[in-house]
């Protein structure tokens, strides 16, 4: 980024701990730093230091015209200061006053006063946070959700800084404010700080039990003082007894309130007028076979009683294993809605699957949040079938935006494999809707030829199953899956041989860390493949990439996978998934190396070859595997400690370790 001070024109490097978010046009910032020589930008600010400040004297024209004050532009701007000088600023505090408006009319004045109070209360959520020892980047959401009231609220209970950062961060705002050891805040705190802990790790639910001892310990006191801070948590509403499991209140009126959802949707679907006009079963069934002679194909027992399922039930789920005929089954779904006029949207949650999605059935596809903005904007989809793929990545925040935003008419149908690792977020959906009696599924089983001629069916459904697969002696690049057996610290220099043999593999692994991490290998990759070769940033042209935020405005999902195609004097350009995005400067903390990349940010994705590095470590177990072995559509090498493998197949997986109230929910209406 570029900035100016004294009319010079300084080149400002600055990391995520530095500079929590990349500031706009206009802004004022206090930067600290050393100036360091770049080999072709020249002298750069390496900063050490930045704190945005409220703009004094002049410097407010720049705020005014620049990107927190749309509309305004140099000229408005400039007349504001020219009239009103030094007043300017009280004139910004008080929406009341009416000078700014007499000058550039009420719409203007009001973005203006608006974006002044934002970056006021912003400015004093940072100062607040560097007073507190707390991390610049809580600055923006304290100052969204308190506003000036930051101090005030925090000083009231400092135990609302749970959501935002650790229990050792509140336990020192308390100590500040002389909060005792018996104090309710403190106690109900504890009870909130295990809930989150638990969030974070994908539960939304806990056993009394459980949460009493980790209490217990949060506190280091007795028993009865855990009892009584669970007590305590009840009785103000942060906790929720459900069944015989106790949930935080915002993920208890999460989950009830899909449960409901889905009953409504039901309830109400049956009572409609039947789906695709009413179409009786025969005529359903010449449509599919007319579908069959034109495709050449036969569906299977399993996929027929699918797609009638999909087009018959409000809400419906289709699950199945790597290589068992999904696509097919979607693209006969979407054959009969098409036949009767009957409108289908689907979605995925990450865009790689989208676009597997779009290229597998000829018809288009969109993330999750593409399809929620849609609806925002108008998008009516009344009575259209929604298509979840890949619905085991759902989380229950994005399940909970999703049914919000769908009219009750319209219809669902979930997609996906319970066999993969659960969402990265809290809940568990998908496996929760498969498995409850009354939620109509159907399960595929049956490998196609095709499919299983590769041998990764067969071998990922032996690890589903907790069974060590059939390897094949490895032989270059091929099919199949095979096992090379390699000491841990050997795995990067082995890694780099095999994509010697094998260029087009994709590096999938379990850790950010260690020899097999993300981030050692990709450190490697680019030491030997990038060389001497001129890079902004640590990128050069050629690179893989992956982008690791959700950012709406470039339209960028996090876990989007690219390849950097140009250096420009600002950033990066760079080629996601079939589209080309300008990466600026401030934006390439978003963005790493995916020479190899986690298995989590794998998911959804499908690679020709897959190169899967394994060693002893708390991650594994089969669902892990299963989910980085379905990756592959050809082949996969396995690398690393036999030993570790077979613990990890052997061993339950996380799913199954994950407690959440959902399927409570669904079966106490």
């Known amino acids: ?23 706009l046009v206009g802004e004022i910032w206090d930067i600290g730093g050393r100036i360091r020589k770049h080999p072709r930008f020249g002298p750069q600010v390496h900063a050490s230091s930045a704190v945005l400040t409220k703009p004094s004297g002049r410097l407010v024209v720049s705020f005014l015209k620049g990107n927190s004050c749309p509309g305004i532009g140099a000229a408005k701007a400039a007349l504001l ?16 006053d009416r000078r700014i408006a007499d000058l550039i009319g009420d719409e203007l004045a009001s973005v203006a006063q608006g974006a002044w109070t934002a ?28 506003g000036p009231d930051l101090a005030d609220r925090m000083a009231e209970n400092p135990y609302r800084i749970l959501a935002f950062s650790s229990w050792t961060d509140a336990e020192r705002l308390a100590r500040a404010v002389n909060v005792q050891g018996d104090d309710p805040r403190r106690l109900v705190g504890a009870v909130e700080a295990v809930i989150f802990r638990r969030l974070d790790n994908g539960h939304t639910a806990v056993d009394r039990t459980e949460l009493s001892a980790a209490v217990m310990k949060l506190l280091r006191a007795p028993r009865e003082m855990a009892e009584l801070s669970i007590d305590s948590a009840i009785a103000e509403g942060a906790l929720v007894v459900v069944g015989d499991l ?25 009572e409609q007028p039947d789906f695709l006009a009413g179409a009786p079963d025969s005529a359903l069934d010449e449509v599919l076979e007319r579908y069959q002679e034109r495709e050449s194909i036969a569906l299977n027992a399993e996929q027929h009683a699918a797609v009638l399922m999909a087009v018959k039930e409000p809400v419906s789920v289709l699950v199945g294993g790597a290589g068992t005929g999904k696509t097919t089954a979607l693209k006969a779904i979407h054959t009969l809605a098409e036949a009767y006029g009957t409108p289908v949207l689907q979605a995925a949650l990450a865009g790689r699957a989208a676009r597997r999605m779009t290229e597998a059935t000829g018809r288009p596809a969109r993330t999750i949040m593409a399809l929620l903005m849609a609806l925002k904007d108008g998008l009516n989809p009344e009575g259209a079938l929604i298509i979840i793929d890949e619905s085991s990545m759902l989380d229950l925040p994005t399940t909970y935006q999703l049914l919000r935003a769908l009219p009750e008419t319209a219809r669902l149908l979930f997609v996906g494999d319970t066999g993969q690792l659960p969402p990265i977020g809290f809940g568990l959906i998908l496996h929760a809707l498969a498995h409850h009696p009354t939620m ?62 094998m260029p087009d593999a994709q590096i999938i692994t379990a850790l950010r860390e260690g020899p097999s991490g993300t981030s050692t290998i990709n450190s490697l990759f680019h030491m030997v493949y990038a060389g001497r070769k001129p890079d902004v940033s640590g990128f050069c042209v050629g690179e893989p990439v992956i982008w690791t935020v959700n950012d709406y405005k470039l339209g960028l999902m996090n876990g989007t996978l690219g390849t950097v195609l140009e250096l420009t004097e600002d950033g990066l350009l760079v080629l996601f998934e079939g589209e080309q995005k300008k990466i600026e400067r401030t934006g390439l903390d978003a963005l790493e190396h995916a020479y190899a990349v986690t298995v989590h940010k794998a998911q959804g994705s499908q690679f020709v070859r897959i190169l899967v590095p394994v060693v002893p470590c708390r991650l594994g177990d089969r669902s892990l595997h299963y989910t980085a072995l379905t990756r592959a559509t050809q082949q996969a090498v396995i690398i690393g400690c036999c030993q570790a493998f077979r613990q990890d197949v052997s061993s339950a997986p996380s799913i199954e370790t994950r407690a959440t109230a959902l399927m409570l929910s669904l079966a106490h209406p």
């Open 246 to 270: 106790l949930a935080g209140a915002g993920t208890a009126m999460m989950e009830r309130f899909v449960v409901e959802d889905l009953r409504r949707r039901q309830d109400l679907g049956r």
């Open 1 to 23: 980024m570029n900035v100016v001070a004294d009319d010079s024109t300084f080149r400002v490097v600055a990391d995520a701990s530095v500079m929590p978010r990349g500031p």
């Open 81 to 96: 200061w020219g009239v009103l000088g030094d007043e300017i600023y009280d004139a910004l505090a008080d929406p009341e």
């Open 119 to 146: 970056q006021s209360n912003e400015v004093a959520a940072y100062r607040w946070c560097d007073g507190h020892g707390l991390p610049a980047r809580l600055a923006r959401r304290l100052s969204a959700i308190y």
């Open 440 to 501: 109509p599924t159907v399960e595929l089983t049956e490998v196609h030829r095709q499919a299983a001629s590769t041998g990764i069916p067969a071998a990922s459904l032996a690890i589903r199953n907790g069974q060590l697969p059939a390897f094949r002696d490895y032989a270059g690049s091929g099919q199949g899956i095979s096992f090379i057996p390699c000491p841990p610290d050997d795995i990067p220099d082995r890694l780099l041989e095999l994509k010697g043999d």
